[in-house]
Structure formats: C-alpha cells, structure tokens
C-alpha cells in the first residue's frame, strides 16, 4: 500500500477559541500551528485564514503573509488553500487565494446544509467557474464532496475535460446534511470515483480518528485539524493541530502504513 498523506486544516473558518483557545487566528499562530502539524507528519497545510479578531477572510494579502510566513518555516510543505472561505461568500471573494498559484486548492462540488440556518452554496455555474480559473492558473483542484451526487458532478466535468486526471476527491464525512461517517458510506464513496482517482477522507468532530483509521485500512489518505474537531479524544481539547496529526500517524503506524513525507506526497498526487 502507498504511504499515507496527512493533510492538517490548522484553523478552518467557523470554530473559534470560545471553542477551543488553542484554534489559531492570527498570523504568528497560524504560522505556528502549521509548523506543529508539518513537525508531527502532515504533508498539506489546509488553509483557511482569519483576521486577528477570527474572522475568516479570502483577503489575498492576508493569504499571501500567511503562506509566505508557513513557507519560512516548512519549506517543502504542500500549502493547499481554501476556496471555500466561509459561508455567504461571494464567488470571486472565495477565489482570491488562486490567483497566489498554489499547487493544489479546495474545491467545492455541490450545495450542503451546514446546520441550522446556514446553507453552503455551490451552484453549477459557480462550480465551474472556480474550475476554469484553476487551470488557467494551473492549480490542481481537491474535489471537496459531502455526499455522492456531489461526486456525480465532478465526473461530469472530468467527461467535459474541464477536471483532469487523476482527479483527487476529500470525502468530506459527517457534516449535518451531508453523508454520514460510517464504512458504509466510505465503502459507497470509494466505489463511486474512478479507480485512478486518489481520495482523503476528513471525519467532522467525533468521527475524525474513526473515519482516519478506515481511510488508512482502505488505502485512502487522511485529513485531521481544528477545522473539523477541536477533541484529541471524548471531552478532552486537543492542545494543537500537531497533536492530532501524532495521533493519525500513530493509528497509521500500528496499521503498517507508513507516513508520506512532501515530496512523496507530490508524487502520489501528481504535482510534480
């Protein structure tokens, strides 16, 4: 079996240190956070950004001294930015990171209820618009999926030559109006992309370490970090994105997988 890529979402754009004090906002944190999780075994730095005060900007001056501050520090790192952003986001503000050309950055698939009122919107024509602006600036897009019809419009666009292969997929698991987190659904997922497609599975909150530990067994990558659980385990806070990241590699270890460093990374998902 390949070596493991763990990627590290340092911050994310909706928990706050009212959640967890350790969740990074500013520069000098953000910075930090990723250096613990690269130090402890990620590969891909994840990346939203925040004001000091924690909110979430796509500002590409605040991307910019982010990844600049991140590359100082972990040279090789992979440093993959969100065009997410956060909810009620306009289209281009969400682009601004890409036009930084970073290897590779997230991409929205499809339209999901995050809880209660709020409504992450990813319309067709927004979907592919994001992707004709990544290839002209020759950024690889993460397919982000929270559900299998999301997974149907990736390989829509992949017959239409708009996405490339070998597509790169990020099972997003267990967000409330999304696919559940259970090897059933990962089982459905995995069975659904093309065989020469790479795929990381991020479980939300309590089901990150479980979602890890199937992922690894299922030749899948992995994705942990404050952006989707803020507990190294029931009731206990993690301390920092790296403890998480020990964690995964950990689970890895016992299994007999082995950790990817960067430059494997690039060369299992096609970068370089």
Not at 19 to 40: G, L, Q
Not at 122 to 137: P, Q, S
Not at 165 to 187: H, K
Request: negative net charge; aromatic residues 6%; charged residues 25%.
């Amino acid at each position: 079996m390949e070596k493991l890529i763990i990627t590290a979402a340092i911050c994310g754009a909706e928990v706050t240190k009212k959640d967890n004090s350790n969740v990074p906002y500013t520069v000098e944190e953000i910075v930090k956070e990723a250096k613990f999780a690269y130090d402890a075994g990620a590969s891909i730095i994840h990346l939203h950004v925040r004001d000091d005060s924690g909110i979430p900007t796509q500002s590409f001056e605040r991307f910019k001294v982010c990844i600049d501050g991140i590359r100082k520090e972990c040279p090789d790192v992979i440093i993959e930015p969100s065009t997410g952003g956060a909810v009620g986001m306009n289209n281009d503000e969400r682009l601004s990171p890409v036009f930084l050309k970073p290897e590779i950055a997230s991409l929205d698939c499809g339209t999901c209820n995050f809880g209660k009122d709020d409504i992450f919107v990813n319309t067709e024509d927004t979907i592919r618009y994001f992707v004709k602006k990544m290839n002209e600036f020759g950024v690889k897009p993460e397919i982000e999926v929270f559900d299998k019809g999301m997974i149907d419009t990736a390989l829509r666009l992949h017959k239409e030559k708009l996405l490339k292969a070998p597509l790169q997929f990020n099972f997003v698991m267990g967000v409330r109006g999304g696919i559940g987190a259970s090897l059933m659904d990962l089982a459905f997922m995995k069975a659904s992309i093309p065989e020469d497609s790479a795929f990381t599975v991020t479980g939300i909150g309590k089901a990150q370490f479980t979602m890890a530990a199937m992922a690894i067994v299922a030749g899948g990558h992995v994705r942990v970090g404050f952006e989707d659980n803020i507990y190294i385990r029931k009731g206990v806070l993690a301390k920092s994105n790296g403890e998480m990241v020990e964690k995964a590699v950990r689970i890895s270890r016992e299994i007999g997988r082995e950790i990817a460093t960067p430059k494997e990374a690039r060369e299992i998902l096609h970068l370089i």
